[in-house]
């Protein structure tokens, strides 16, 4: 079992920057393809980063592709996503999400494992 504590959202004016925090229990962290996804009110949750368990492989939705980086440090058991030049669109609840390494990495259904989620708000 694996649990997840999301920290780290709050509100921002548009081109600010925030960063995101993720923090798996368990001692097989390294072993998880970790992910950020992120739901609007009213929209289904999507996509937005992903990282493979040694962190060298990563993907991101086109939406946020050259302004949000996801990253993880496996000595401190935490997963990151910083977000640079914010929307107001960027504006949802984000989650933090772990899945084993097979099967499709964008797909929310294929990770068994999820935060509670934080806020995050962009002011225009």
């Known amino acids: 079992q694996v649990q997840l504590v999301e920290s780290g959202g709050g509100l921002v004016q548009a081109g600010g920057s925030l960063r995101l925090s993720c923090a798996p229990s368990?001692?097989?962290?390294?072993?998880?393809?970790m992910g950020w996804f992120r739901q609007a009110p009213g929209k289904e949750r999507e996509f937005v980063a992903t990282?493979?368990?040694?962190?060298?492989?990563?993907s991101y939705a086109d939406s946020v592709k050259g302004r949000f980086t996801i990253s993880r440090d496996n000595a401190k058991n935490t997963v990151y996503l910083q977000m640079n030049s914010l929307k107001p669109e960027d504006t949802a609840v984000y989650y933090c999400?772990?899945?084993?390494?097979?099967?499709?990495?964008?797909?929310?259904?294929?990770?068994?494992?999820w935060g509670q989620g934080t806020q995050v708000t962009v002011s225009p």
């Open positions: 368990g001692r097989t962290f390294s072993s998880y393809r």
């Open positions: 999400a772990a899945k084993t390494p097979i099967g499709a990495t964008s797909d929310p259904a294929t990770y068994p494992y």
């Open positions: 990282i493979s368990g040694s962190g060298g492989v990563t």
